[in-house]
């Protein structure tokens, strides 16, 4: 079915807990929050960004790490962040933890985006995801920050 030097179990296992955390996102996004579905699929979504994103370093476009492997590092700190602020109760800690969040799912869709635009769109010419990523990234941060602001007046609200 696929040919094993390039899709080896790494790959597939990548593949798999993406896709699972990508589509949880958005029963997250869309449902209530704080209740012990949005606790359990939280932390599926989690789990999977983490097992995600540390197989994409095993991952690599001709032995060489890419721009994708340092959104891969920063999605790990914005996961801890926002883990870590819910769980100490910080400052602010409701902000911090839903722009954390958004922040992991945008790493999503801009790798995601980059992935099926070099490989399946445009294979083999390296300049076109970037750009394309960047473009999508534009269209959904509006949708986000706007979101992560709603929560920020509710902190200052209270």
Do not use: C
Not at 82 to 108: C, D, P, Q, T
Request: hydrophobic share 55%.
């Amino acid at each position: 079915m696929y040919n094993s030097e390039k899709w080896d179990l790494v790959v597939l296992l990548h593949t798999i807990t993406i896709l699972l955390a990508f589509f949880i996102s958005f029963f997250i996004f869309y449902n209530k929050k704080g209740t012990f579905l949005h606790q359990i699929l939280g932390r599926i979504f989690v789990i999977s960004m983490l097992i995600s994103m540390v197989s994409s370093f095993w991952i690599r476009t001709s032995g060489h790490y890419s721009f994708i492997h340092l959104l891969s590092v920063a999605t790990v700190f914005w996961l801890i962040r926002a883990i870590y602020a819910v769980r100490v109760k910080m400052e602010n800690w409701l902000y911090i933890h839903v722009s954390n969040m958004y922040n992991a799912f945008i790493g999503i869709v801009i790798a995601g985006t980059g992935v099926i635009v070099r490989h399946f769109i445009f294979p083999g010419d390296k300049i076109y995801w970037p750009i394309i990523s960047t473009l999508v990234a534009f269209i959904i941060i509006p949708f986000m920050i706007k979101n992560t602001l709603k929560y920020k007046k509710k902190i200052e609200v209270n």
